[in-house]
């Protein structure tokens, strides 16, 4: 055995390089010291300094999801932590893993906490908004508790973990077993696939075989465990329709003969109808959010459902299934393409896929004809912008959707082609996360376009970022759909009880800000401006905001996203007795 001394912040990231860690994000603090330097020790890590630590967990739930590869967010202490939060729930929410690193009190003056300034029990803040925390309490458990940090993280569910490092445990000095911060992680975490029961499997083979109007979700869990291509062999070998989940953006293209609409009840009728009228849905790696359900429940209702997920949890709620299989969705798919053997396909009914798919276009020419431009000198229809910022993205870009409302006409209207390039924040819809996740991903990817299409109060929320993207020459270019107020929110005093009560957002120049930061910065007031200013912000190596001047109109699915929030205990009463 080789033995180092080394302090408590060297080990930790000896042990975040073992698991090939490659993003930092954090604010730099005091007590953090120990930490920050041994990271300017390794070339292999690159970190981010930012504008507030909220932003950190969000770039780090970006970096996995566009790439699936785990990064690191760092908090000082007290406040620290605290900011923290809620870019935790955004991991959280929508089961993106992430390490989150904090630090507190020396080991005196905390757990319990003896009244020092910036005291906080952090682990108590993050608690339900982590798949599992820690206090490390002496550096010699670094190793154990730092590898279960991962497990936790990347096993089953995956999810944010944190640990909790008292400063004087980042700056403790202990003799370390060199081969035991370099252990693989094959050695203390299971990398293989969960495979589907024999028998279970035999069972949901047979309901896909007679199955005459069969319908595919795709989930977030198909994404991670990179099974897009066989959900699109098993839909072109059973003639079905596919929708991808808000998590799942690109599992089938925009423009593939299986598309009807992505992003659940945001999708429009087609998506609608197509549970309306089918007698089985093949659900993987799906939880079946509440972007799934309306007021009566979970979508898939009247059908028979044949659910496939990593985590038994997700089994059987909010959902009742005919057939639950616990698995990876691509073993399972393998497994039960296989299963099937040539009679997949035979029972669908011939006329099934193509009139679900004659709605979406239906659909599609009524989004086109909302669009059209309204009268001389009216602010834009964000159907236009949308499909503006559509056409004119570069084919490989990366475009994250921002905005309780904006970011419905961007699920229409931005086409999409591949899996890891369309990003929603559907778990905790928390605004503001637009620009930290376009930040991380511009970072992991800096030969592609990165777009933030958002709106203009989600925006406010995070804008000081543009600070961090410009000091790492980060070019993301940010489009506001900006209509000056918070307009679902306005329509919806208006229409639910008469009044109007501080939803003004008017006066803001987004453009000046930007300039202020040292960005690029336009107002575009035509739909015909989007596409030269865009070339314009991309061709200036900055990171830029174009301002464009839109007003509120409803999106059509606005009536299903308020049946969603209409579901209540009559629905659970019932639901027992639904298939």
């Not at 403790?172 to 969960?194: N, S, T, W």
Request: glycine letters at 12%.
């Amino acid at each position: 055995m080789t033995a180092s001394s080394m302090n408590g912040a060297q080990a930790l990231v000896r042990l975040l390089l073992a698991e090939q860690v490659r993003d930092v994000y954090g604010i730099v603090g005091g007590k953090l010291g120990p930490l920050l330097q041994a990271i300017s020790q390794h070339e292999q890590l690159r970190f981010l300094g930012l504008r507030h630590e909220a932003a950190g967990p969000m770039m780090a739930a970006a970096a996995f999801a566009g790439s699936g590869q785990i990064a690191v967010a760092l908090g000082e202490m007290g406040p620290g932590g605290l900011n923290l939060a809620s870019g935790l729930g955004v991991a959280f929410n929508n089961n993106l893993p992430l390490v989150a690193i904090t630090t507190n009190q020396h080991r005196a003056a905390s757990y319990p906490h003896s009244g020092m300034f910036m005291d906080l029990d952090t682990v108590a803040v993050t608690r339900p908004i982590t798949k599992w925390n820690a206090v490390v309490h002496d550096a010699r458990r670094l190793p154990e508790l730092v590898r279960r940090a991962f497990r936790e993280a990347l096993g089953g569910r995956p999810g944010p973990v944190h640990l909790d490092i008292p400063q004087d445990v980042l700056a403790q000095p202990c003799p370390f077993d060199d081969a035991a911060l370099a252990v693989p992680p094959a050695r203390y975490r299971a990398l293989g696939r969960v495979r589907p029961d024999a028998d279970e499997l035999q069972r949901a083979a047979a309901l896909l075989r007679a199955a005459r109007r069969p319908v595919i979700v795709a989930g977030g869990g198909v994404v991670a465990s990179g099974a897009q291509d066989r959900v699109q062999a098993l839909a072109q070998r059973w003639g079905v329709p596919v929708v991808p989940t808000q998590m799942a953006l690109g599992v089938v293209a925009s423009d593939s003969a299986h598309f009807i609409g992505h992003g659940g009840l945001i999708a429009g009728e087609p998506v609608r109808r197509a549970f309306e009228g089918a007698d089985l849905v093949l659900a993987l790696g799906c939880r079946w959010s509440s972007w799934m359900w309306d007021e009566g429940g979970p979508l898939c209702r009247g059908a028979r459902l044949v659910s496939i997920n990593v985590d038994p949890s997700a089994l059987g709620h909010p959902a009742l299934h005919e057939v639950g299989l616990q698995a990876d969705a691509r073993a399972a798919l393998d497994a039960l393409i296989e299963a099937c053997d040539d009679g997949l396909g035979q029972a669908v009914e011939r006329d099934w896929l193509p009139g679900l798919r004659q709605a979406r276009a239906t659909y599609e020419a009524r989004l086109a004809a909302s669009g059209e431009e309204g009268a001389q000198g009216e602010a834009m229809h964000p159907a236009a912008l949308a499909r503006a910022i559509g056409q004119a993205l570069p084919a490989d870009a990366l475009a994250v959707f921002d905005g309780g409302h904006t970011s419905f006409w961007s699920n229409d209207l931005t086409p999409v082609h591949a899996v890891r390039t369309r990003f929603h924040e559907p778990g905790m819809s928390h605004l503001g996360f637009g620009l930290p996740y376009a930040i991380a991903l511009q970072a992991q990817q800096p030969g592609r376009t990165v777009a933030l299409v958002t709106g203009d109060g989600s925006f406010g929320f995070t804008l000081n970022e543009l600070d961090t993207a410009r000091r790492y020459r980060l070019p993301v270019l940010s489009i506001v759909h900006n209509n000056a107020a918070w307009g679902i929110i306005r329509a919806g005093q208006r229409r639910a009880l008469g009044f109007e009560l501080g939803t003004a957002l008017d006066g803001t120049d987004y453009a000046a800000i930007a300039r202020g930061f040292g960005c690029h910065g336009e107002r575009v007031t035509s739909a015909a401006e989007v596409a030269p200013a865009m070339r314009r912000a991309l061709s200036s190596g900055l990171p830029a905001v174009l301002d464009c001047q839109t007003r509120f109109v409803p999106h059509p699915a606005m009536p299903a996203f308020g049946s969603m929030n209409r579901y209540g205990f009559e629905a659970l009463a019932g639901s027992e007795g639904d298939h």
